[in-house]
């Protein structure tokens, strides 16, 4: 990887180097084609000495799937990670309940716990020793004009880079999506997920715990150290509440909402907070620009999908390109990027859509919608093929986008 120099013009841009953006670089890293990543900030270090990063994914066996086939799964296992090899889910009014087992679908895990922090760095090495790629940091864009041979993108300290394709990984409030200026559906949860690491009386056997209450879910995760994550969704005013509560106060409330399932929580790191939205953009693509991860969708945090849908988004134009620069095809030209967006638009809308349901379905205690919850929980527990097929989804094996990365 080259710092940024003289060089202006490209074959794809990319803004935002977080966990998908940075994916991207990585699989384009052996085609020859010039690529800039950009990033707003620094590259973000990895220290096995520094505290576990409050923002870890729940990834599933397809995204580290895609990280091993970028070489960077080696390098997280060598730092740290928890594999998760089961999940009990529970619904706190009734007797709903749903467990699964890595062993019924045939894998080792059902999901790896990773920091975010962690990913990134072990993508960046990667990058490393890759020629073909310069990186510019810190940047904004600032303007992006569109015309039929190329994509001009002016950046705030005045330089300017030219490129057959824009591609935006800058988040959920992409800056580069609002200068072309794509349209989204947007709705707030009207909730916010307080995170935080706690230490607990019981070990966590290597299982991720969700339990639905009406204020909305509570998930622990493991953590290789023993510890467990907690991820919980609360409406705005209690999460206010619970925020401002002291650390002894809030490992109680931790303990309470999960009805104890681990004993008591004994202690905890301090807490962020993130506000939650449903977001999806109307189009993917527009000719010469394309949208992946967040920049494209965020959804309810409740089943731990977002950076795996991100990965999936990126290995789809990844392949894309790949094949249209085989085929000696414009990487820009609208036909080759609808191909990406009919791979993905449609997936990740399902996923927006039944994790939407799914959570207007748990966050109340009317009484039908209780007994329809409990009875669908009891009965997909207890209709195997039903279950293998939903675990089968939810690990994303049903799809295969690493081929061409290796
Ligand atoms: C509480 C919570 C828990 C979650 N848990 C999970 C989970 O268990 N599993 C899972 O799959 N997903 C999870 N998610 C979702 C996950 O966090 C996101 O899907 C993921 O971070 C998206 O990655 P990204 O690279 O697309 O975007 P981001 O991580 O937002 O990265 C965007 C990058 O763009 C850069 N950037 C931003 N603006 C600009 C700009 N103007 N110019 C240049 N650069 C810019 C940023 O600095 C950053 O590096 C969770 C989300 C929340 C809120």
Redesign the pocket.
């Not at 950009?38 to 900030?41: E, G, T, V």
């Not at 940091?137 to 864009?141: D, F, I, K």
């Not at 089943?303 to 990965?311: D, S, T």
């Given at each position: 990887m080259t710092a940024a120099r003289t060089q202006s013009q490209f074959d794809v841009v990319i803004?935002?180097?977080?966990?998908?953006?940075?994916?991207f670089a990585c699989a384009l890293r052996n085609s020859g084609l010039r690529i800039a990543l950009?990033?707003?900030?620094e590259p973000?270090l990895f220290s096995a000495a520094a505290e576990v990063d409050l923002?870890?994914?729940?990834?599933?066996p397809a995204?580290q799937r895609i990280l091993d086939a970028l070489g960077a799964w080696p390098t997280i296992q060598a730092e740290r990670v928890a594999a998760y090899t089961e999940m009990h889910v529970w619904d706190a009014t009734g007797s709903g309940r749903i467990h699964f087992d890595c062993a019924e679908v045939g894998e080792p895990a059902l999901?790896y716990?990773v920091e975010?922090r962690l990913i990134?760095h072990a993508l960046w090495i990667q990058l490393q020793t890759a020629d073909n790629i310069t990186a510019f940091?810190?940047?904004?864009?600032e303007a992006v004009v569109i015309d039929a041979e190329q994509v001009t993108l002016m950046l705030q300290d005045g330089r300017c880079l030219h490129t057959r394709l824009l591609v935006a990984?800058?988040?959920?409030?992409?800056?580069?999506r609002k200068l072309v200026g794509i349209e989204t559906r947007t709705a707030s949860y009207g909730q916010k997920?307080?995170?935080a690491h706690v230490a607990t009386q019981k070990p966590h056997r290597h299982t991720a715990w969700q339990r639905f209450l009406p204020s909305g879910p509570i998930?622990l995760?493991p953590l290789p150290d023993g510890r467990s994550s907690v991820?919980w969704?609360l409406d705005n005013t209690c999460a206010e509440e619970v925020q401002q509560m002291d650390d002894m106060g809030f490992c109680a409330a931790v303990t309470a909402a999960t009805a104890a399932i681990l004993g008591q929580v004994t202690s905890t790191t301090p807490r962020?907070a993130?506000?939650?939205q449903r977001m999806h953009v109307r189009e993917y693509v527009r000719p010469r620009f394309a949208l992946?991860?967040?920049?494209?969708?965020?959804?309810h945090?409740l089943?731990?999908?977002?950076?795996?849908?991100?990965?999936m988004?990126m290995a789809a134009l990844s392949n894309i390109i790949l094949d249209a620069q085989l085929r000696h095809r414009d990487l820009g030209d609208l036909g080759v990027l609808r191909r990406y967006q009919r791979a993905r638009k449609g997936d990740n809308m399902a996923m927006i859509t039944a994790l939407d349901g799914f959570k207007r379905l748990f966050s109340n205690d009317i009484a039908p919608l209780t007994w329809m919850r409990n009875t669908g929980l009891w009965s997909v527990d207890r209709f195997t093929p039903l279950k293998s097929a939903f675990m089968r989804h939810a690990m994303g094996l049903t799809a295969n986008f690493t081929a061409s990365m290796r």
């Open positions: 803004v935002g180097a977080g966990a998908v953006g940075t994916a950009l990033d707003a900030r973000s923002r870890v994914f729940a990834i599933s995204s999901g716990i975010n990134q940091y810190p940047v904004t864009p990984a800058d988040g959920a409030e992409s800056a580069t997920a307080i995170v998930a995760l991820v969704s962020a993130f506000p939650l992946i991860g967040d920049a494209a969708h965020t959804l945090p089943a731990g999908q977002g950076v795996n849908l991100g990965f988004d």
